[in-house]
């Protein structure tokens, strides 16, 4: 019971997170100030979305198993939304047509190409790329049970993505994906540090310090790094 009481709550939150970022969205469609910060929503969902796959995954679980599963969950309403919206900017809109891009956002590799990419056929497709691309991360951690290790890494691929992006010359990958990374691992190293064998006496501190640098990071200051 009081696991169900849980999971209503994380739901009660990923709601709450939805919410915010319709919010945005609604008020950039009709151009009024950006009051509520609902992109901080992305965040929220991303350290729940950590939490909840880390809670989940066992050591021994297969890459099919795993990624196969979430991708099929998400993959086909993407699919669908993708192509009702292409239909409809094509034929009421007189969008030409870019092949190049439209391959890469049906298999989710917008954010790898050029900028124009990123936000081209739909400003929110993008967050579909940054899902995939967690996947992965926590797969190659799911037997990792130190926290701290969890949260290094998360900072270390934050970084790395961040100075890929640099190079790359892509602002809209630099602002909207390394932060989203580092938080996305947070939410793992919680979940590690929730379950039975985790054991923080030995690097508790050093749990708490970075996990604050996280904290930092995903506010902006990995910008400045």
Same mark, same amino acid.
């Given at each position: 019971? &009081? @696991?169900?009481?849980?999971?209503?709550?994380?739901?009660? *939150?990923? #709601?709450?997170? $939805?919410? /915010?970022? %319709?919010?945005?969205?609604?008020? &950039? @469609?009709?151009?009024?100030?950006?009051?509520?910060?609902? *992109?901080? #929503?992305?965040? $929220?969902? /991303?350290? %729940?979305?950590?939490?909840?796959?880390?809670?989940?995954?066992?050591?021994?679980?297969?890459?099919?198993?795993?990624?196969?599963?979430?991708?099929?969950? %998400?993959?086909?309403?993407?699919?669908?939304?993708?192509?009702?919206?292409?239909?409809?900017?094509?034929?009421?809109?007189?969008?030409?047509?870019?092949?190049?891009?439209?391959?890469?956002?049906?298999?989710?590799?917008?954010?790898?190409?050029?900028?124009?990419?990123?936000?081209?056929?739909?400003?929110?497709?993008?967050?579909?790329?940054?899902?995939?691309?967690?996947?992965?991360?926590?797969?190659?951690?799911?037997?990792?049970?130190?926290?701290?290790?969890?949260?290094?890494?998360?900072?270390?691929?934050?970084?790395?993505?961040?100075?890929?992006?640099?190079?790359?010359?892509?602002?809209?990958?630099?602002?909207?994906?390394?932060?989203?990374?580092?938080?996305?691992?947070?939410?793992?190293?919680?979940?590690?540090?929730?379950?039975?064998?985790?054991?923080?006496?030995?690097?508790?501190?050093?749990?708490?310090?970075?996990?604050?640098?996280?904290?930092?990071?995903?506010?902006?200051?990995?910008?400045?790094?």
């Amino acid at each position: 019971a &009081l @696991a169900e009481r849980h999971l209503s709550s994380i739901n009660e *939150l990923k #709601g709450i997170a $939805i919410l /915010l970022v %319709i919010t945005y969205h609604t008020q &950039l @469609a009709v151009g009024w100030v950006n009051w509520s910060q609902g *992109l901080i #929503g992305v965040d $929220i969902f /991303l350290i %729940i979305s950590g939490w909840l796959i880390g809670r989940s995954l066992k050591p021994d679980t297969t890459l099919s198993e795993f990624f196969w599963r979430r991708v099929w969950r %998400i993959v086909p309403a993407y699919w669908i939304a993708l192509g009702a919206l292409l239909v409809f900017k094509h034929i009421l809109e007189h969008d030409p047509i870019d092949w190049a891009n439209i391959l890469a956002h049906v298999f989710g590799l917008q954010i790898f190409g050029p900028e124009a990419w990123f936000f081209g056929i739909n400003p929110s497709f993008w967050f579909i790329s940054l899902l995939l691309l967690t996947y992965p991360l926590a797969f190659s951690l799911r037997a990792e049970r130190s926290p701290a290790r969890i949260l290094s890494v998360g900072m270390a691929v934050g970084i790395l993505t961040y100075w890929l992006g640099v190079l790359a010359g892509n602002n809209a990958f630099v602002v909207n994906i390394p932060a989203r990374l580092v938080t996305f691992c947070a939410g793992l190293a919680v979940a590690a540090m929730l379950k039975g064998d985790a054991d923080l006496r030995k690097d508790r501190g050093l749990f708490f310090a970075l996990f604050a640098l996280c904290g930092y990071l995903e506010m902006g200051g990995i910008r400045l790094l």
